[in-house]
């Protein structure tokens, strides 16, 4: 039987930071300040398994946490946590086993996401022996999110969270339901930066006001109006897929009628179904995501802009800087040179 590691208390109390510390230093090697000073990772050790945790801490308390990891055994962690805990946590490849007092039992899975009703918690999370589990976990208390909501505030953003919780709060808990669309794809994009400078810290603490206006656009519509997508759970889970399988497929990009044809859906209800819960159509996110991953190979490699324009699906320099600087407003080396 695998060891169960727990964890409670209130979210930056003494008595957690303990928890959390002695919980680390039992799986993992902790590597401190080597990416920044506010980022620590934590590399599996060999008898547990392999891969790492990273946790990079930002304004307000509120933690980024970065899962790649493989565990030998069954990892269980067992938790009780109070009302003012705000986690939200979205599942990139694998699956995680939530098993809560209140709510019940389910697994996380690829591009569905998890997040933490407005009451106290208690149960245990379950990491399946030798599953890769990749995933980034939003996590601080309710009231150490205004830095990130800006004219909406904490208490509307809580009240919020709050209606919608209250009638699909252990749904949602449990990766259920389509009440979240685009949380999971705005959360894989925080996956990919890292806090090395204090731009790319910008950067992602943008990437968390996205999310968190993402939840509150969901809780104060959806909740009262119910879904009004039309769409099945199963059509929800296959057009998740679409952001991945044109990435992909970005070198020589299938066409909507091929992608609907391998979901098994009409070209029509696709594009209206993912316009509807991504907010571009297909193709226009997809160009808009490879731009944005660009500029990030701008900052983070020495890359030439051909060979960036090349590993983002462009086939062409001449048509990668058009479209970088239509959507950027300045040319790749221009933003290189900015942004270095």
Known sequence: ????????????????????????????????????????????????????????????????????????????????????????????????????????????????????????????????????????????????????????????????LKRLGSSR????????????????????????????????????ESRVMAVLGLLFDASSSEAERGNTSGLADHEVAALHTVPLILWRERHELPTLAEVARLLSMSPKRLTRGFTSLFGLPPLQYHRRHCLERAADLLIDTDWTVERIGSEVGYAAASNFVYAFRRRLGCTPAEYRNTHS
């Open 1 to 160: 039987m695998s060891r169960l590691h727990n964890l409670s208390g209130e979210l930056g109390s003494a008595e957690q930071e303990g928890q959390y510390a002695s919980y680390y230093a039992a799986i993992a090697e902790e590597d401190r300040g080597r990416i920044a000073p506010n980022v620590t990772t934590y590399s599996l050790r060999p008898e547990i398994g392999q891969g790492s945790i990273e946790v990079t801490r930002l304004q307000g308390g509120l933690r980024v946490v970065r899962y790649d990891v493989q565990f030998k055994t069954d990892h269980r962690v067992g938790y009780h946590f109070s009302a003012e805990r705000f986690e939200l946590e979205a599942c990139l490849d694998g699956q995680l086993r939530i098993v809560e007092e209140e709510a019940g039992q389910s697994d996380l899975r690829q591009f569905s996401s998890s997040l933490t009703p407005p009451r106290a918690t208690q149960g245990m999370l379950v990491h399946p022996a030798g599953q890769r589990y990749r995933g980034v976990s939003l996590t601080g208390r309710r009231d150490g999110l205004s830095p990130y909501l800006g004219s909406v505030g904490v208490d509307a953003f809580t009240s919020s």
């Open 169 to 204: 709060g252990n749904e949602l808990y449990l990766g259920q339901g389509n009440q979240l669309h685009g949380v999971p794809n705005q959360l894989a994009e925080l996956f990919v930066l890292r806090a090395e400078t204090a731009g790319k810290t910008l950067l992602m």
